[in-house]
C-alpha cells in the first residue's frame, strides 16, 4: 500500500470510531451551514463556537437572510467572537451570493475564492464537506498533524512552509469519501494530534510519522519568530446621562474594531476632553479620568483611559448629538444594546451598568 493510501486509509479507519459526527455543522450540511462554521472556527476553538453557531443559525438560517440584515445585528451576533473583520466579511459575502450567484454558493474552488473572507482552506471545506468534491483543506490543525508527520520545519506563515504543506495536503486527499476524510484529519489534530500533548500511542498516523519517531513532536510546526508587542495608550471619552444611558459611536469599516459601537476614542486625554466639550457643551472640567483597562490583541496591547463626564438630565447638552455626522448615539445600559460591541467594551458597560442601576417603575 502506498504511503498515500496508507494515511488516508488509516483516518478513515480511525474515524468511523473516534471521529466526531454530532457537531451542530455536520447535521443537515449544506454550503450555507459549513461555510459559517469554518469561518467562525478560525482562531476560536470548537467548543467556543458552538453556542455563537447555534444562535447564528436561529437568528439567520439561510443565506439569504444573512444578505438583508442590518451589519448592526449580525456583528451583535457576533459579539464575544472577535477578529471582526470575519463577520463584515460575512455579510458581504453573503450579498454578493445572493446578487451574483443567486443566492447558491459557486462549486468551484476559483468561484469560492474569489467571494469576499473565503481563502482556499475555507474554500476546500466547503467543496469537500458540503458538496463532496475532492479539495484539500489546511486549518490550523491540519497543518500541524502534517507538519507532524512529514517533519516540515518552519512557521507555516512563511510561503516556503505553507507551499510544502499544501503539497502534502493535495496528495493526501482521496478521491473518495472526501467529506469523511476531511473531518477525520481535522480531528485528529483536534483530539489527537493535539498542540502540547498528542496521544502518538492512539494514533493511526503513528506508523509513518517522523516527528514521532524523532520524539520531535513538540518542534513542528515551528513557531512564529517572537517580537515584541507594543503598547497603544487610547482615551475613550465615556459621557454617561441619567437615568442610565451612554454615548457611543459607530466605528468605520477599517480596524480592529471596524462597524462595532464603542466609546468614542482619542490618542490623547486633552483631545477627548475637547471632544466632549465640543459635541456637548460640558465643560473640561467636569470631566475626570478613571483607572485605565488594558486588553491584549494579537499585535499590540491596549492601555485605555476612560475620560469620564456625566450629563445632567433633560439639559439640552443631552440632545445635542449630531448623529448622522458622528455616527453617535445613546444607548440604555440595561440591556446592553443589540448591536456589535467589541467584549472588554461589553465588561466596560456591565461595570458603568452597575454604577447606574435600572430604576424600577
Ligand atoms: S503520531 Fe503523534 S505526532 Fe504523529 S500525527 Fe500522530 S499524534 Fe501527531
Not at 459526527?21 to 467556543?48: A, F, G, H
Not at 451570493?97 to 475555507?122: M, N, Q, W
Request: net charge positive.
Amino acid at each position: 500500500m502506498s504511503e498515500k493510501d496508507h494515511i488516508a486509509g488509516a483516518l478513515l479507519e480511525w474515524f468511523e470510531q473516534h471521529g466526531r459526527k454530532d457537531l451542530p455543522w455536520q447535521t443537515n450540511r449544506t454550503p450555507y451551514r459549513v461555510w459559517i462554521s469554518e469561518i467562525m472556527l478560525q482562531q476560536t476553538q470548537v467548543s467556543t463556537v458552538i453556542p455563537f453557531y447555534e444562535r447564528f443559525m436561529t437568528q439567520l438560517p439561510t443565506v439569504e437572510e444573512l444578505a438583508a440584515a442590518t451589519e448592526d445585528s449580525v456583528l451583535h451576533l457576533w459579539t464575544g467572537l472577535g477578529y471582526y473583520a470575519r463577520a463584515r466579511n460575512l455579510h458581504r459575502c453573503a450579498k454578493q451570493v445572493c446578487a451574483s450567484h443567486k443566492g447558491v454558493f459557486p462549486s468551484d474552488r476559483a468561484g469560492l475564492e474569489a467571494l469576499p473572507g473565503i481563502g482556499r482552506s475555507t474554500a476546500g471545506a466547503i467543496l469537500s464537506l458540503a458538496m463532496d468534491t475532492r479539495a484539500p483543506i489546511l486549518d490550523g490543525n491540519v497543518k500541524r498533524v502534517l507538519a507532524r508527520y512529514h517533519a516540515v520545519a518552519g512557521w507555516p506563515g512563511q510561503r516556503v512552509v505553507s507551499d510544502t504543506l499544501w503539497s502534502h495536503a493535495e496528495n493526501h486527499t482521496p478521491q473518495k469519501r472526501v467529506a469523511d476524510y476531511t473531518q477525520a484529519i481535522m480531528d485528529l489534530g483536534a483530539t489527537c494530534c493535539t498542540r502540547s500533548r498528542p496521544i502518538c500511542e492512539q494514533c493511526p498516523l503513528k506508523r509513518g510519522c517522523a516527528a514521532c519517531a524523532q520524539g520531535r513532536q513538540s518542534d513542528f510546526p515551528g513557531r512564529k519568530p517572537r517580537k515584541p508587542i507594543p503598547l497603544k495608550q487610547r482615551w475613550l471619552a465615556v459621557v454617561t446621562r441619567p437615568p442610565g444611558e451612554v454615548l457611543l459611536q459607530k466605528r468605520s469599516d477599517s480596524g480592529i474594531w471596524g462597524g462595532l459601537w464603542a466609546p468614542p476614542e482619542f490618542e490623547t486625554a486633552s483631545t477627548a476632553e475637547a471632544w466632549i466639550a465640543n459635541t456637548l457643551s460640558l465643560k473640561a472640567e467636569r470631566c475626570r479620568i478613571d483607572e485605565p483597562f488594558h486588553h491584549t490583541f494579537t499585535h499590540f496591547k491596549l492601555e485605555a483611559h476612560l475620560v469620564r463626564a456625566q450629563c445632567a438630565a433633560n439639559h439640552p447638552e443631552t440632545i445635542d448629538v449630531k448623529s448622522d455626522v458622528d455616527h453617535l448615539q445613546w444607548f440604555a445600559f440595561h440591556p446592553l444594546p443589540s448591536v456589535g460591541l467589541p467584549a472588554p467594551i461589553v465588561r466596560l458597560l456591565a461595570r458603568l451598568g452597575n454604577e447606574n442601576p435600572q430604576r424600577s417603575n
